[in-house]
């Protein structure tokens, strides 16, 4: 009689933003992004070789949620390898709360697997007349304000058709309003987790990708209204001087490249203080115990940033804060007080990229390579990255792709630290090149650059305490291309240049 096939999903799956092919902080899945892609990484959990494996979603707990139905073809699977599968979902009906997602994983010679996964969803909303962020889960809600960021100059210095953008914030206050009120020191944790360590990372991953988002910041009523960012803070400090436009060999249609990596720097810089490892709400609330049959109604932090250099990706950059957390209860304020000074956790030692200098486009696809090297000397191996990368033309056009680890099509062998991927660029009428209609359907010769980038993937595993789950968060980028500055240009670097026949 068939045995079930050997499987394994280890880690929950994660959100994948369409146009920056990155995933979200976290890897959270945001109702306002309304189109993303749900990615899950399965593992050969055998000692051989699965033959003709397909994986398919039965259902998703949540009906506001609207997915891909069809079957996914994956092939045969190495022992030990840990593959990806992607389903387009829409979102934008979403209720923000957790989802479960059941996968069926069928192969060859054996029954199928049943897995069942959590999906993480939250809203973020902005009151216009308070200018007030909330970001919206089922045991309450977090209510953000921006004080003061520092933003990018104003469109004298940008693209005429865009105003200053946030690159990092620098005072902000949030107000957990737990629903319902609770005793003790601790009520019960959003998503399982001391989430409020994320909120502020996808906020400020969000304001840089506002003009992707459907129904976007909201005045309540979620109308769909457009907020500008330079109208969004109370204060904004113009000392950053560069654009979404950095300076580059090359830049695509629409600047997705730079703005997921300003997106990308913001959530860094903002997890690397208020984040790792026991977060500053968590240690407000252990300070500040209320008495017997006290309910808390509201907890509150002010936190003031101060940046000694500019944060840049991939680089472990100092960072310190001043922070002040408030419980009000029904019968007491308390509060507490205290300063840090961290850096960011998310960086690598080195990482490099295998890629030819000349690629015929006659001749196959365009295979490239890179592998991660680790702080600790060791490198990244299978699901434990989640690596994309983007090729970028001349005349703007991007085409992007994923580098895995699982021995498999491109990939030489699984969970040796060599990350691989390739794209067949594609043929076309010279002549008709240079049309916006063939655009998408003709890869034009000359040269094209290369970025690769790597982001972390949470890897804490179902079932474990809120308290040691605090300790680990993922989806930050640890590849150095962007370098933010305070007194020049910010710089976008690629990490090879191909020339294409």
Known sequence: MPTPVAVQIPYR????????????????????????????????????????????????SDPGIVYGSGVQTVGDVPAGASFPVRFLGNFHDATPGIAMISLIIEADGFTFRRVLKKLFITRVDYHKPTRTYSVVMPQGTMRIVIHRAIVGPESKRCKEDRGGFIALIKDVSYEWVPTPPYEG???????????????????????????????YFSDGDLDGGMVSVSGTFEETDPSVSCCTSVDSSATDTGDWVARGLYAAVGAAATAAIASDGPDLHYRGQEATPPGQKEKTLSEKVRLRIEYPEAPS???KFP??????????????????????????????????????????????????????????????????????????????????????????????????????????????????????????????????????????????????????AAHTIGGFVLTSQLELSFEKPCQLRHDAVIQVV
């Open 313 to 315: 990706l991939g680089r």
């Open 185 to 215: 020191v601790r009520g019960p944790f959003p998503y399982e987790d001391p989430w409020w360590k994320i909120a502020l990372a996808i906020l400020a991953a969000l304001l840089l990708l506002g003009a992707l988002l459907y129904d």
């Open 13 to 60: 799956p994660y959100a994948v933003c369409l146009p920056t092919n990155l995933m979200t902080p976290d890897g959270f899945f945001i109702v306002n992004m309304g189109l993303q892609f749900i990615e899950v990484q399965i593992t050969n959990a055998s000692n051989a070789l699965l033959k003709n494996v397909r994986v398919y979603i039965e259902g998703i």
């Open 319 to 468: 960072i310190a804060g001043k922070w002040q957390y408030t419980r009000t209860t029904n019968t007491n304020v308390y509060t507490y007080e205290a300063a840090d000074e961290r850096e960011n956790l998310h960086w690598l030692d080195s990482y490099e990229v295998d890629a030819p200098a000349v690629h015929d486009r006659l001749s196959g696809p365009l295979v490239i390579r890179a592998r991660f090297k680790k702080p600790d000397g060791t490198y990244y191996t299978g699901a434990s990255l989640y690596v994309s990368a983007v090729l970028v033309s001349t005349y703007g056009v991007a085409r992007r792709f994923d580098l895995q680890d699982h021995g498999m099509a491109f990939d030489a062998k699984a969970n040796d630290g060599w990350y691989s991927g390739g794209y067949t660029f594609k043929p076309g009428n010279p002549d008709m090149a240079a049309t916006h209609a063939s655009a998408e359907r003709y890869d034009r010769p000359g040269y094209w650059y290369l970025f690769v980038f790597a982001q972390d993937v949470n890897t804490v595993l179902q079932g474990t305490s809120p308290f040691d």
